[in-house]
């Protein structure tokens, strides 16, 4: 069964502070997905990121970066020099390409990111 | 125009009440997906379809039942609500393995 788990269910950091966020999952698949979805306080989900298992490579996207290592099952997040509109709840999520429930995402429990000016 | 919609955005009820949560979309995508989000416990699936003559539940159906009127609207509907079942209710579709899943508004169901 996929798992995914982020442990951090909440981080208070100062404006302009880097913060990483954690994800580390679970799956017996070979071929799966890997997303981060924000949900700022307005509720609405906005995708961020979409990550195959076998592209390992890092990917920055302005101030955002993601680090995908295999060998620890970890996917996790950066937000350098954080702003204010940075806050949010964020959801890392996993889908098995050979998952029988229509590649249904497993999300973690989200870290809520609060970040003070 | 939004790609996925819901109605209603909120929605306070009693307990014994019937509830329907409607999705449309506008992506033109076969899969469409409820699910439930409740606090620390992110998001969980109710159920899903791949097409309108096909509904499968997930991993929490127990109380809720589904409708697929046409490719581009799902229904989601609470036979006779009860207090724990108040939770933020998004709907998604999915273009396929390789596209995240693009999600509705959402729906704030308080059930009293």
Known sequence: AQKVTQAQTEISVVEKEDVTLDCVYETRDTTYYLFWYKQPPSGELVFLIRRNSFDEQNEISGRYSWNFQ???SSFNFTI????VVDSAVYFCALSEARNNAGNMLT????TRLMVKP | DADVTQTPRNRITKTGKRIMLECSQTKGHDRMYWYRQDPGLGLRLIYYSFDVKDINKGEISDGYSVSRQAQAKFSLSLESAIPNQTA????ATHGGLYEEQF???????TVL
Do not use: D, E, H, I
Not at chain 2, 88 to 91: D, E, G, I, R
Not at chain 2, 103 to 109: E, Q
């Open chain 1, 70 to 72: 295999k060998s620890t």
């Open chain 1, 80 to 83: 350098t020099a954080s702003q």
């Open chain 1, 107 to 110: 999300f973690g429990g989200g």
């Open chain 2, 88 to 91: 933020l209710y998004f709907c």
């Open chain 2, 103 to 109: 999600f509705g508004p959402g729906t704030r169901l």
